[in-house]
């Protein structure tokens, strides 16, 4: 169930004024949005809104034009990289490797910034590796290679790396896009569990029934900007959405599912019922 504003936490990821410029193009511009400790957070939007370059400069993937983002009070450009990778762990939308190691070795990687330079890993870290793999059921594909499994497979062995690495946020861009509808509920409740005890979950998703069903709060995209941000209810219903997405939108099923409709139709554009 969604949680309401009320009791709102404290902010665990901020982002001010933030604008990136790829090339001659500015892909972001003084985008503004707080996403709150021990909640999930879901950034919506069409298709180049946005989405995947506001997850990468979270995380330092992308230089900044304007703007800041800080972690707990602290701002991203103070970290080092060992202290940044421990504070945020980040699952790329991109699944391509070119390497053969394991689904263990590859894993296991999320442990390195617990490591010292040339330390071997210790017991502690393998234990987390085998729970984090049991957890998401890749427990079986531990010795096989990386590059024999499924986009969707791959998919879940990169946010295993993510998890094993125990960073108090997580930033996932579309990690579940290449997963059955059985593997996305799975997964999206178990980071929904990992919200209730403290993970601070940022993650870009195209299925807005699952951020509505799924999210604490949901940061809404489009062209760049950020139309608005707040709990799904509030967002997922909103004249924005329907802007940005150039449908009609209604809530059905008690507020659980949404209905999307052409805007061509002679419906209402939102309506809600409960049960």
Do not use: C
């Not at 393998?126 to 729970?131: G, L, N, P």
């Not at 608005?228 to 209810?233: A, I």
């Amino acid at each position: 169930m969604n949680r309401t504003a009320a009791n709102t936490p404290e902010a665990a990821v901020r982002l001010t004024e933030v604008g990136v410029r790829l090339g001659s193009r500015d892909v972001l511009t003084k985008v503004d949005a707080t996403f709150p400790r021990g909640r999930i957070s879901a950034i919506v939007g069409p298709n180049g809104a946005g989405k995947s370059t506001l997850a990468r400069a979270t995380v330092g993937v992308i230089g900044l034009e304007t703007g800041s983002i800080d972690f707990f009070g602290r701002d991203l450009h103070s970290f080092t990289p060992t202290d940044l990778a421990r504070t945020v762990s980040f699952v790329p939308q991109d699944t391509h490797v070119d390497f053969s190691f394991s689904v263990e070795e590859v894993v296991l990687m999320g442990r390195y910034p617990h490591l010292r330079p040339l330390e071997k890993e210790r017991p502690h870290d393998h234990e987390t590796v085998f729970r984090v793999l049991d957890t998401l059921a890749l427990g079986e594909f531990a010795q096989r290679e990386i590059t024999t499994l499924s986009m969707g497979e791959r998919q879940r062995v990169l946010l295993a790396r993510a998890l094993a690495t125990e960073a108090p946020v997580l930033v996932a861009d579309e990690p579940i896009s290449a997963f059955d509808i059985g593997h996305r509920l799975e997964t999206l409740g178990l980071l929904r569990q990992r919200a209730s005890e403290g993970l601070t979950v940022i993650i870009v998703l195209h299925d807005l029934d699952l951020a509505l069903r799924f999210a604490d709060q949901v940061l809404l995209l489009d062209h760049g900007r950020a139309l608005r941000n707040g709990v799904p209810l509030e967002v997922l219903t909103s004249s924005e959405l329907e802007r940005a997405f150039e449908v009609h939108v209604r809530v059905v099923e008690g507020g659980r599912s949404l209905f999307f409709e052409p805007r061509s139709s002679t419906e209402p554009s939102i309506t809600s019922r409960s049960e």
